[in-house]
Nanobody, 115 residues
Framework: QVQLVESGGGLVQPGGSLRLSCVAS????????MRWYRQAPGKERELVAA????????NYADSVKGRFTISRDNAKNTVYLQMNSLKPEDTAVYYC????????WGQGTQVTVSS
């Protein structure tokens, strides 16, 4: 059974940093691309960052380029999202997604950027 468990969310002041983690199980992690999405209240879910199975290819939404970094540790079945220079508009629930067959979602972790 595929499981994705996110952690690392919380409340942070503008300009601060957080690192999200997503631990995967139930599939061959290194064979599949992984993504982070986010959904703010009243808005559609949007793609934040993506990484290939081996980790050599990454993509970012324009709104987070230069501030967020996606990475993965295939030995630990974990994908990360390092978020720096956080802004209030980054406030959202962040979801981990595995590009495994029709796709699998984690339960989400809340990130709130506020003074």
């Amino acid at each position: 059974q595929v499981q994705l468990v996110e952690s690392g969310g919380g409340l942070v002041q503008p300009g601060g940093s957080l690192r999200l983690s997503c631990v995967a199980s139930g599939f061959t992690f290194s064979s599949y691309g992984m993504r982070w999405y986010r959904q703010a209240p009243g808005k559609e879910r949007e793609l934040v960052a993506a990484i290939s199975g081996a980790g050599g290819i990454t993509n970012y939404a324009d709104s987070v380029k230069g501030r967020f970094t996606i990475s993965r540790d295939n030995a630990k079945n974990t994908v990360y999202l390092q978020m720096n220079s956080l802004k209030p508009e980054d406030t959202a629930v962040y979801y981990c997604y595995a590009a495994y067959y029709s796709g699998r979602w984690g339960q989400g972790t809340q990130v709130t950027v506020s003074s």
